[in-house]
């Protein structure tokens, strides 16, 4: 099945770039492109991409703003694309506040043409790019300046969670990868898999992404925490 990409940018030979890398791809197909984030929502509405590539910082309408309106589409649209932010810096506070609304991770610009491509599949395939410890410092540096862990029903969530699925939940929130949680957990892969979609399910979660938010403000997981 082939992935649907558009890429939203303010400079135009990013997204040429970006656009030649992925259309190369036989999995992948770019179908839409615009140099703001007024104009990626629009793109994505038109378009129906599976993954949108979005940029930070834009005219018109930032990245942030841009994600939460594609992720919180209005009543009667169907079809929600995977965000994947795009950024020039390794920590950066739009990005967080773009996990929180739904993004399913972030990529910076200059990350190795490889990268990109296992991205946006990664991405398409329901997964949250969380992998690098950049991302898991971004979240602790984040969740640190913070105020103190909301309550607003957190507790009673986590409280519908079992033992085990607080223990992979603690395990995402650190960026450990289903293979990394099955070995330090001694379990099978796929036993990992789907106690991951049972946390997700129970949590009302989109995806690993705001699982790590949540663990962090529900105080499940502090900064520091290994």
Known sequence: MT??????????????????????????????EAPDGRRGVEV?????????????????LDGLAAAREILAPPRGVVRVPKVLMLTTFDVDDYVYEALRAGASGFLLKDAPPADLISAVRVVAAGEALLA?????????????QRPAPRKDGASLRLAGLTPRETEVLELIARGLSNQEIAGRLVL?????????????????????AQAVVFAYESGLVTPGDR
């Open 3 to 32: 992935i649907r990409v558009i890429i939203v940018d303010d400079q135009a030979m990013v997204r040429a770039g970006f656009a030649a890398l992925l259309a190369a791809q036989s999995d992948i197909d770019v179908v839409g």
């Open 44 to 60: 994505a509405r038109a378009a129906l991409p599976d993954v949108v590539l979005m940029d930070v910082r834009m005219p018109e």
């Open 132 to 144: 690098p410890s950049v991302t898991r410092r971004l979240i602790a540096d984040f969740a640190a």
């Open 188 to 208: 099978a892969e796929q036993t990992v898999k789907t106690h991951v979609g049972r946390v997700l399910s129970k949590l009302g979660l989109r995806d690993r």
